[in-house]
């Protein structure tokens, strides 16, 4: 829910804006990437300390960012941010090249790719832009979109390494595409065209957006605490009892010496020996048993 007071804030700011992204990981260009002729046509471009074309104070047009999330939680929340970090970084690549008129060669055209991962799952996207023509090229709409590439399950043996071959593949054999593209586009601006009325991102209508994103960022890892601390108590208790139920048996079988109640006592019932089972006397002996003699 919304308070009062930041919907007053909100409408003092003139609209809601969404949070600026802060992905737990993110890779772009770096400023020695361009030259010294590049650096200075993008230069009017750099509002303090926010732009579309800078993520950081020395991060051009990032193009891969990832999220990891805990073990109980799903990759939706992820993918999400995922998707609102790469919407913001394809913003800055279709507004550099809106300036040269050239936005609709980004039709349907990879700009980034996202990871989301936890202890288990990780899954790969690609972003890209659906621009809808218009007469009015002012007015063409602009939706930033992803696809899945893979998911699978980073327990198996024979996908651990996916997520790195991807990665490196995309250093190696994307990377050097886009960042020609880029230039292309760079080098095609002219005094004519800069204006940085659109492409600006004020830090001022930011601001509480950012200590929003703080504050959840800041829940998220109280949550996780509150978590592990459950598990933790959780275990405690169930290793009491466990050691109670040992404990409680050994007292038992030191104290009573009890015989098992499987040994069941001789019943009564069994008679004694019968009389008529007869010991032979002591005093007959093998002369007396002899056998007698035959009468003649």
């Known amino acids: 829910?919304?308070?009062?007071?930041?919907?007053?804030?909100?409408?003092?700011?003139?609209?809601?804006?969404?949070?600026?992204?802060q992905p737990?990981?993110?890779?772009?260009?770096?400023?020695?990437?361009?030259?010294?002729?590049?650096?200075?046509?993008?230069?009017?471009?750099?509002?303090?300390?926010?732009?579309?074309?800078?993520?950081?104070?020395?991060?051009?047009?990032?193009?891969?960012?990832?999220?990891?999330?805990?073990?109980?939680?799903?990759?939706?929340?992820?993918e999400r941010q995922n998707a609102h970090s790469m919407a913001v970084a394809m913003r800055g690549v279709v507004e550099l090249f809106k300036l040269t008129n050239r936005q609709r060669e980004?039709?349907?055209k990879t700009l980034g790719f996202s990871i989301s991962y936890n202890h288990r799952e990780v899954n790969i996207n690609a972003?890209?832009?659906?621009?809808?023509?218009?007469?009015?090229?002012?007015?063409?709409?602009?939706?930033?979109?992803?696809s899945k590439l893979c998911a699978f399950d980073m327990r198996s043996q024979r996908d651990e390494w996916v997520a790195h071959?991807?990665?490196?593949?995309?250093?190696?054999?994307?990377?050097?595409?886009h960042?020609?593209?880029?230039?292309?586009?760079?080098d095609g601006l002219s005094g004519a065209n800069l204006s940085v009325s659109h492409v600006s991102w004020p830090p001022q209508a930011e601001a509480g957006?950012?200590?929003?994103?703080?504050r959840r960022r800041e829940a998220e890892r109280q949550e996780d605490e509150r978590l592990k601390d459950e598990m933790q108590e959780a275990e405690v208790r169930n290793a009491e009892a466990r050691n109670a139920e040992i404990q409680e048996a050994e007292r038992q079988e030191a104290e009573g010496l009890v015989v098992p109640e499987s040994l069941a006592e001789i019943p009564e019932s069994v008679a004694e020996i019968p009389e008529s089972v007869v010991e032979l006397p002591e005093s007959q002996n093998a002369e007396e048993l002899a056998v007698p003699e035959t009468v003649e």
Not at 50 to 68: D, G, Q, R
């Open 179 to 186: 960042f020609k593209l880029l230039c292309s586009a760079i």
């Open 165 to 177: 071959r991807f990665v490196m593949a995309v250093y190696n054999n994307w990377v050097p595409y």
């Open 106 to 108: 980004l039709h349907c």
């Open 209 to 214: 957006a950012q200590e929003a994103e703080a």
């Open 127 to 146: 972003h890209y832009p659906v621009i809808k023509e218009k007469r009015d090229k002012r007015d063409e709409k602009v939706i930033y979109t992803y």
């Open 24 to 78: 737990d990981h993110a890779v772009g260009f770096s400023g020695f990437a361009f030259t010294e002729d590049q650096q200075r046509k993008l230069s009017p471009f750099f509002a303090p300390d926010s732009t579309f074309f800078k993520a950081t104070s020395n991060m051009f047009f990032p193009f891969l960012t990832a999220e990891v999330k805990r073990r109980n939680l799903s990759l939706q929340g992820a």
């Open 1 to 21: 829910m919304v308070s009062a007071q930041e919907v007053e804030q909100i409408q003092r700011e003139g609209g809601y804006r969404l949070p600026v992204p």
